[in-house]
């Protein structure tokens, strides 16, 4: 899994903090990213150990992580989370902006379904405002006038480009994913709107109040904000 932003250390306190919250019979949304990896990780040990629990993943890398570390795994359609664990690339007053693994539009489903929202960071995460930029994920046959969109709404589309591969990053569905630069965000809530409402746009990564509690790691500490 891919890792960005603080330490290792920081990551895995904020995750394995965060996984002491499910407790039996629980349906835990299994987010995406290295940071959820650790929570992950932390409650596939717990299985193991006889805790009895169901995982709906948010990407096929999560799905995968989740089936290697033997959790049960279910559906939206047959089960709703009581709690979701995910991480964020960026957190401002507990908005949040996600999608650095192009995984944001399954994360928003199930991390909106989930009972409790917990987010899981390390301090490198933290801004006073939402500045970092925001990916769109967009059909294919979308992404220019998606472009151009976003353009009048102020912002600098960029498409995201795969590592080992020619060409564009393509997501767990099928499509594209524009970065797209705003600079510090006065109003994510309104930006968010906006965003939705372009045709094309399958899902943003503005999660605007939606999460109900941050888990914050650090080289010594977890803190935790309530929402
Ligand atoms: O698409 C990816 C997700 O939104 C991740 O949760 C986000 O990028 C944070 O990942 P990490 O914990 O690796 O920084």
């Known amino acids: 899994m891919k890792s960005t932003g603080g330490s290792d250390a920081a990551k895995r306190r904020a995750g394995e903090a965060a996984a002491e919250q499910v407790v039996d019979g629980m349906v835990v949304g299994l987010g995406t990213g290295s940071t959820t990896a650790y929570a992950i990780r932390a409650l596939g040990r717990a299985v193991e150990a006889g805790l009895d629990i169901?995982?709906?993943?948010?990407?096929?890398?999560?799905?995968a992580l989740a089936r290697e570390v033997g959790i049960p795994l279910t559906t939206l359609d047959d089960a709703t989370p009581d709690v979701a664990i995910d991480g964020a690339d960026q957190v401002a007053d507990g908005d949040l902006v996600k999608g650095?693994?192009?995984?944001?539009?399954?994360?928003?489903?199930?991390?909106?379904?989930?009972?409790?929202?917990?987010?899981?960071?390390?301090?490198?995460?933290?801004?006073?405002?939402?500045?970092?930029s925001i990916p769109v994920e967009v059909l294919p046959a979308a992404a220019t006038t998606v472009?151009?969109?976003?353009?009048?709404?102020?912002?600098?589309?960029?498409?995201?480009?795969?590592?080992?591969?020619?060409?564009?990053?393509?997501?767990?569905?099928g499509n594209l994913v524009l970065d797209c630069a705003f600079g510090a965000l006065d109003a994510p809530g309104d930006l968010?709107?906006?965003?939705?409402?372009?045709?094309?746009?399958?899902?943003?990564?503005?999660?605007?109040?939606?999460?109900?509690?941050?888990?914050?790691?650090?080289?010594?500490?977890?803190?935790?904000?309530?929402?």
Not at 54 to 63: A, D, H, K, M, W
Not at 104 to 125: C, G, Q, Y
Not at 150 to 173: F, I, M, Q, S, Y
């Open 147 to 173: 472009e151009a969109a976003v353009r009048d709404l102020g912002g600098d589309p960029t498409l995201r480009l795969a590592e080992r591969k020619d060409g564009p990053v393509v997501t767990d569905n």
């Open 100 to 132: 650095g693994g192009a995984a944001h539009a399954r994360e928003k489903v199930v991390d909106a379904a989930a009972d409790r929202f917990l987010v899981v960071a390390d301090e490198s995460k933290r801004a006073d405002r939402l500045d970092h």
């Open 192 to 227: 968010a709107t906006r965003l939705s409402a372009l045709p094309g746009c399958v899902e943003h990564g503005l999660f605007v109040g939606l999460a109900d509690e941050l888990y914050v790691g650090d080289d010594e500490d977890v803190t935790v904000e309530r929402y």
């Open 54 to 63: 169901r995982g709906i993943p948010t990407s096929f890398q999560s799905r």
